[in-house]
């Protein structure tokens, strides 16, 4: 039996199935685990979740009552996720505290966590420009150089996912392709801890990341920052990098399944036209999807020598109108992943509204306009206010992706068109 308690009702034993809300704001790598130790206790109570779903059935409670549903605290899961369904109540906790300093230790570059994140990416580009360099002079990849690495970046994402995330979009020109690859590894990781993969899989995720584009010495710089199209010849050349990347690691010792993998499939697209196999479908493996996934985000959240970079809102919103090419599932909860969500998208806020996303803040890009029109306290249209939302912001934030049909929108296309038709208060 799974319920949903509020973070001060955890108690140690309880078994802890998942949390609610962006993954940013839960505290733990696994989402899948038995709450042992009062610092585990204090970091969920601390934590900006808004609610976490507790496994009945393996919890070792003294007082069973207290994960029982019938405590005014708790809900079956069952009622939230089943259809139909009375209409959920919002959990409400206030505003947490913020004060200035706390707003400026968050932000993108400041914070105790950014100086560890900047030496984690740093580190690993200098080791992945090495690797590159060694596979240039034909020498083998030492994959188990990765490890320490995958892992540095894991415990940076463990503590602060945003930290290290926002810091390695920025890139210079003459280190795309190693910072790429350190990119792609921290939003692999992301992405398996979103999924609840386990720890030893989210590390091979991570080298995977740090490996994947190796097959790129293969190919000559000035075709791989080519502004404007290519030749066929050219476009032969970069099709090539799987391949020849996935030649490299199989003649390496120590290379994970998932690296040989990931470095393989990440160019394959769900509908069969992409390369080298043009696998389809069903034959495409989880964590080819997730690769493909990860990889093109890092390259349209990046400028590029023939294009501006997107923000992570124009990305995800991109990316989920390109039919055929991903996973529209695994997007999704990639997008949830990272707390940031498509325009169009039904999301719930820190204020008690429901908001539909707009798109991305002209002035500050990092910031995501929601359009709120809905009072989840009195279940109520209210006058649309369009709200800009910093990724650092406490209050407003984004809590996570609404169901429409959970809040019973008669007609949800028709309700979406018309406010996002609506003039804004
Ligand atoms: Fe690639």
Redesign the pocket.
């Known amino acids: 039996m799974l319920v949903r308690i509020r973070p001060e009702d955890a108690e140690i034993g309880m078994f802890v199935h998942g949390f609610d809300g962006s993954w940013f704001d839960h505290p733990f790598w696994r989402r899948n685990f038995r709450l042992e130790t009062s610092e585990q206790l204090l970091r969920i109570r601390n934590s900006a979740i808004e609610a976490l779903v507790i496994d009945r059935s393996r919890s070792v409670v003294a007082d069973a009552a207290s994960v029982s549903q019938d405590n005014g605290n708790a809900s079956p899961v069952a009622l939230i996720e089943d259809e139909p369904a009375p209409r959920r109540q919002p959990i409400s906790f206030g505003p947490p505290p913020s004060t200035e300093r706390e707003e400026l230790r968050r932000r993108p570059g400041y914070g105790p966590e950014c100086r560890r994140a900047k030496r984690a990416i740093e580190r690993s580009k200098q080791a992945v420009a090495t690797m590159f360099e060694d596979a240039r002079l034909g020498r083998a990849v030492e994959a188990r150089r990765m490890v320490p690495l995958a892992r540095a970046i894991g415990q940076s994402i463990e503590r602060d996912a945003r930290a290290l995330i926002n810091l390695v979009r920025l890139k210079e020109k003459d280190e795309y392709t190693y910072l790429h690859s350190v990119a792609v590894a921290a939003l692999m990781m992301n992405f398996g801890r979103h999924l609840g993969l386990e720890d030893p899989v989210i590390e091979d995720l991570g080298v995977a990341g740090l490996l994947?584009?190796v097959?790129?010495v293969a190919v000559a710089e000035d075709i791989l920052n080519k502004p404007g199209g290519l030749s066929d010849g050219e476009m032969r050349s970069v099709r090539g990098?799987?391949l020849a990347g996935h030649r490299l690691l199989e003649n390496s010792s120590g290379v994970p399944e998932a690296a040989l993998e990931v470095c393989l499939r990440?160019?394959e697209k769900m509908d069969g036209a992409g390369y080298p196999g043009g696998l389809r479908g069903e034959a495409l493996s989880l964590f080819a999807r997730m690769g493909a996934i990860c990889?093109v985000y890092d390259a349209v959240t990046s400028d590029r020598p023939y294009k501006r970079r997107w923000t992570p809102c124009e990305a995800l919103t991109e990316m989920q109108g390109w039919d055929g090419h991903f996973d529209p599932a695994l997007l999704d909860r990639f997008a949830d992943s990272l707390g940031i969500y498509p325009v169009g998208t039904l999301v719930r806020l820190s204020t008690g509204e429901l908001g539909i996303v707009m798109g991305s803040d002209g002035d500050a890009y990092e910031n995501v306009v929601v359009r709120a029109f809905f009072d989840c306290e009195t279940l109520m249209e209210c006058e649309p206010r369009d709200r800009p939302i910093a990724p650092s912001a406490e209050n407003p934030r984004i809590v996570g992706r609404d169901s429409p049909t959970f809040w019973r929108f008669p007609d949800w296309d028709a309700t979406r068109l018309r406010v996002m038709a609506a003039k804004p208060a």
């Open positions: 994947h584009d097959g790129k990098h799987p990440h160019h990889d």
